[in-house]
């Protein structure tokens, strides 16, 4: 598991709106990480909570498309 899994992981989701409708099946951090398990990365909810945060630091949101309001869809407690 690593924080360059999940780094390239959102960069992945940045650019592909299928794999961006295929974790919106996911009802959890659990569930949303087994499915990018199933799709080839490796990070722990801690690592993609992490990775999130920094990336999202100073982030305002303007529009209902691209990736952060698709991740903030996520309960993450």
């Known amino acids: 598991m690593s924080r360059e ?9 940045t650019q592909d709106a299928i ?3 295929k974790l919106k099946a ?3 951090p659990d569930e949303f990480v087994k499915i990018a398990e199933a799709l080839g990365y490796s990070f722990s909810t801690q690592e993609l909570k992490s990775v999130v945060r920094e990336n999202s630091e100073q982030v ?12 903030r869809q996520v309960t993450w407690i």
């Open 60 to 71: 305002t949101l303007r529009r209902k498309t691209g990736i952060w309001p698709w991740l």
């Open 19 to 21: 794999l961006r409708d």
């Open 5 to 13: 899994s999940a780094d390239l992981f959102l960069e992945a989701a």
């Open 26 to 28: 996911a009802g959890n």
